[in-house]
Structure formats: C-alpha cells, structure tokens
C-alpha cells in the first residue's frame, strides 16, 4: 500500500526541500501534483479538495516564501496536513477499562472484509498486552464462521464462546458476557455477522446486540482493497449503529491507498489498527506519524527499529548495544544479525521504512547474493577469527575464500565493510541519527 502515492509525493517534497528560494509558482505547481497524486491513489474527491485548498494558502503565506528555507517549511506543512488528514490525536487508542471490569468490544463489517481474522488478531494482541480476553462468535449467518473462529481461537490460545444451535446473536453475546465476568476475563471481543451487501436485517441484528452489551468500542473493519467503497459503507455503520474506530484489513495488499487518506475524514473516526497479512500476528496499530512520514518519502525509522526489537529478546538487544559501543561487535554477531535480518520480513520490507529510499532503491537493487555470499564466507571462519577478525592474514583470507566458494577479493570487500559498519556502529550506540547510516552500511 501507498507505494504509488509515496513516490510521487518523494519526488514532489524532494524537488523542494532543498531549495533556498521558493517562488509562488513552485508553490502551485507543487500542489498541483500533489493533488494529481491524491487523486490518483483514489482518495476521496472531497477530501482532496480540502486538504488541497489548506495546504495552497498555508504555503502561500508569508510564513513559508519568505522563510531561510522555504522547501523544509513546505514539506512540513504538507506533512502536518497528512498527519491530521490521517489522524486523530486523541483517538487513535483502544478505550480499554480497568482489569476489574469488563470491556466489551463489538466487531463489525461486510462479509469478507477480515472481521473473523481480525477479532482473532485484536485477540492475540490484547493478550500479550497482559488481557485476559474471551471471543464470542455471534457470526451466525455464515455457516463457517463459528468453525473459523474456533480455529483462530485455539491458534491464539484464547477461549471462544459459541453457543451450540443458537439462532439469536444477541443470546450469544450477552451468554458470552456472563461468561466473561464468571471467569474473570477483562475484554471480550464480538464477531458479529456480516453481509455480502448493507441491508436493514444486518443493521437492526447489530443494533440489538449493542443494546444488549453496551460496548466500549463498536470497531468497523474496512477491507482496504475496495477503496471508496469500504469508506461509504464505514459511513453508513457509523450514521445506523455508530463505531468509534476503524481497522483497517488488507493494508499489505497492493490497494492504493485512497480508503486511507479518505476514513478519518470522511467518516469522523480514526483508523486505530491496521490488518498487514492472513496470520493473528500481521496486525499493527496505526500511527498517523509514521504513515505521513512513510507516504512523504521521509521513511519510518522508528517502527524499523521496533520491528529489530520484536525479532530479539530484550537481553539479547541490551547485549547487542553494550557491544555496539564498546566497539566489540564481532564478525558473529554479524552473522546472527543477517539471519535476523530474513526474520524481520526481508529486505523489501526494512526498505519501506528507511528515510529517504522511497522511489530510489527497489529490492530489485539489494544484491540478495551478497548478502548470501557473506553469510558463506563468515560462516567459514572459525569461532577466534570471527571474534577477532585482525588475525585474518593473507594465508586465512585464502582458506576462508576457497571454504565458501568465492574469491580473496570478496572476503576482502566482507571485512573492510565490516570494519566501516564497526565505527558506525560505535556512533550509533551513542546518538540515534546514525541509525539509517548504519543500515546502508549492512547493505540494506
Ligand atoms: P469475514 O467474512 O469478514 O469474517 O472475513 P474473514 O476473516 O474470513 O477474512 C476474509 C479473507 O481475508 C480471509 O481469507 C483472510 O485470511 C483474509 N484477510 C483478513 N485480513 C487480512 C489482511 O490484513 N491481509 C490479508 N492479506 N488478508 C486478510
């Protein structure tokens, strides 16, 4: 998602930011390509109007053409724009009641939209929060739904409700509640039923089991890939039943980002999840920020950086850090972090996030066959050479280029970079900014 809009908007910030004078016309024409940008990802027309018109008479002022630097003004605006178009400040958390009370959280959505998969992620997500959560399944239109959740639920290790034979959801969902409060459970999670299509069965359905349990959140879940589509319907179950937030499914398919832009401001609520793959575990919260800087082409170092942490147990990362700027990272740790790497989703997954390499290096560019070659050549060292890589003499280099099959010159390019990648290292255990620069250096 967003791989579209996100090159051009690179290109656009990048032609200005660096400029020292800025005239009205760059301005325009700035805005003008922005707006083609907007459209061509789908987003809502109004929308784009708005954001459109505020940001042309926030640059054209005073504030941003007489400034010592005009581009980085202009990019900032358009940053907070997309920002606020994305997001609500407030909002963006789950309302989530103390451990001693029940929170009731309903699902709602179209049939294929992703609300079973999705009930189970906010599940399993809930519980490594510390929750003791419990899902219901009230999907008693689809016939495999209760089957499906049943599934999810064990995948998850999270209980599921179901009441065998039960035709009323409302029955189920307020049998699940008691259940809840008997065992003590703190959140409990509705999968209510969907339909191919709005009608008023499924609204007057859903209204009842709200009336019955009374949610804290009533969460609509989109189906990113049908775009406009997916906002007018978030529009409709807003006006009939009313949600406090959106989650957004299907965020990893190739959909251009339009039901993105358009939700929060089209439908007043903001998207608090997003759905990133079919599995529990691909399920992230939404941070207005990092998506504006991602779509801006300004990179999403902080959730690279959570994603390093997510993949190493925090002793390891803390062990990792005290090496980094004692200077005594080894050729091993490197070794392990390459595995690491292929466990974080990849290369092409990191590159999204990097500031700056949006629209420039594709994973196409990554030579995936250095990066093997490395591994090949460290893993044909022994355990003293790869601690301590300055015995690698002339004689070493030889056996260690015939052990992994390549040539003495790559076994020299692997420990000069590596070498380089030590001192960066060094800086970056100090001081963040260098985070990016280190990454480059791992050839990512
Ligand atoms: P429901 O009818 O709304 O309950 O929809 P399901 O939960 O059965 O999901 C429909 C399909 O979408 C299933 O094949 C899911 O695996 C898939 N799906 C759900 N969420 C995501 C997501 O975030 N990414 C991807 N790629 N697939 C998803």
Sequence with gaps: MFESISQKFSGIMRSLSGKSKISEKNVRDAVEEIKLALLDADVNLRVVRRFVNGTLDEALGEKVLSAVDPGQQFVKIVYDRMVALLGDPEGQKLSLRGPDVVTVILMMGLQGSGKTTTSAKLALRLKKEGRRPLL?????????????????GSKVDVPVHVLPGASDPVKVAVDALARAKREQRDVLIIDTAGRMHLDDTLMTEIKKVRDAVKPDETLFVADAMTGQNAVSIAEEFEKRIGISGVILSKFDSDARGGAALSLRSVVGKPIKFIGVGEKPEDFEPFYPERMASRILGMGDIVSLVEKAQETMDIEEAEKMQRKMAKNTFDLQDYLEQLDRMTKMGGVGKMLEMIPGTQGQISEDDIDKAELKREKAIIQ??????RENCHIIGPTRRKRIARGSGSSVNDVNRLLRKFEKMRLTMKKFAKNKKYQAEMLKQMGI
Aim: glycine content about 0%.
């Design 136 to 152: 219901a399944a009230a999907d008693l239109v689809r016939p495999a739904a209760i089957d499906q959740l049943q599934v999810l």
């Design 380 to 385: 044909s060292m022994t355990y003293t050479e």
